[in-house]
């Protein structure tokens, strides 16, 4: 048997997998607390929905990460405020987050995280670990399709300028 082989959850975490992995929950919690706010912004059900899957995500995301953590003796980051629940029409119209600023918001983050899943899974050398980011991999990667679908649908994706007409390649 080579080295750091066996059950993974017995091997020892490097330096770099307990910050992936300490971070990771740090934003997380991040993440409920940005959620649960734009949510109280959002004036779309869909919408809604997306931000509360979101939530039971990072809470997940939370847990997962923090028992990694607790296991191996590392103290997870700090639990943030929860915030209080807010009603859209509690909230000033000027100050108001509208739904097409939340969507792309809400699709940055995810693609965010598949970049921070990858680099995650590419450092780790804990099988349990890059298994762990593999999945929150496909489940961000699932989100991102939901939400790009759902800005196309509710006219929220302002799209980059497209190419239209194409020039004629040039043979040498």
Not at 106 to 127: F, N, T
Not at 152 to 160: A, R, S, Y
Request: hydrophobic share 40%; proline share 7%; net charge negative.
């Amino acid at each position: 048997m080579g080295i750091l082989s066996g059950n993974p959850k017995e091997n020892p975490l490097h330096y770099g997998e307990i910050y992936d992995v300490w971070q990771f929950s740090m934003a997380a919690k991040g993440c409920v607390s940005m959620y649960t706010t734009l949510k109280a912004h959002a004036g779309d059900r869909d919408l809604q929905k997306m931000l509360e899957h979101g939530i039971e995500q990072a809470k997940l995301e939370i847990e997962e990460c923090d028992k990694i953590l607790i296991d191996n003796g590392i103290t997870p980051s700090p639990a943030l405020a929860v915030k209080p629940d807010a009603k859209l029409e509690d909230i000033p119209i000027g100050a108001r987050f509208t739904d097409m600023e939340i969507a792309p918001m809400l699709s940055a983050d995810l693609a965010a995280g598949l970049v921070i899943c990858s680099q995650v899974m590419g450092k780790s050398i804990r099988e349990d670990v890059n298994a762990l980011f593999a999945k929150y991999h496909a489940t961000k990667a699932a989100n991102a399709l939901k939400m790009l679908r759902l800005s196309k649908e509710k006219g929220w994706l302002i799209p980059p300028p497209l190419q239209i007409q194409r020039p004629e390649p040039v043979h040498a």
